[in-house]
């Protein structure tokens, strides 16, 4: 009977409680009907029911860093995005895509002219180059070409080349006391090229 009474409880709660209000915050390169599509909020679902295990569809989208999913009684859910945002372009394989300061890899890459472009051949650097991207995002990189044999960053005015990241991190300050040279960044130092 105790068992009965609480499913039937339940069953009531479902059309007694339902989701009326949905809203999304934070987005801009998702659209809020894809957000509370990947959210699996929808009009008419049970409020009591809808918990975390619902929302984990927001992890699939590469735009979305984060998510707060909040249930406010008696009818609404409130979710509130936080994207990630493009901080250069990858050509790899003839397409471009965007790429956030974590090494997500983005679909689109519409609108981002300005970022500063990776690119390269061999093993995939795309990373490494992020580092130096963000290492040097006071000397406006306009791109960054990887190889086997090292990197090459290209500035408004000259460029550094470096077989090692680390070597490339350490001495990256010596941009400001050649800011129109080629440099080349070894281990033991740096070589301006007249």
Known sequence: MGAALLGAALAASWFALPVRQIG???????????????????AGFGWLYYGPWRARGLLDSPWIASAVVTRRFPDRVAIAVTERRAVA??????VTKAVSADGAVMPGSSGLGALPLIRGWGPDRHTDALRVISALSGYNVRSVDYSPAGLRVSLPTGSIWSGDLESL?????????????????YPWGVSVQE
Request: aromatic fraction near 8%.
């Open 169 to 185: 991190l350490k001495y990256a300050g010596s941009i400001s006391m050649y800011p129109d040279k080629d440099l080349a960044i």
């Open 89 to 94: 372009r990858w050509q790899s394989g003839g």
């Open 24 to 42: 999304v915050t934070g987005n801009v390169q998702v659209p809020a009907a894809r957000v509370k599509q990947l959210a699996g909020a929808q």
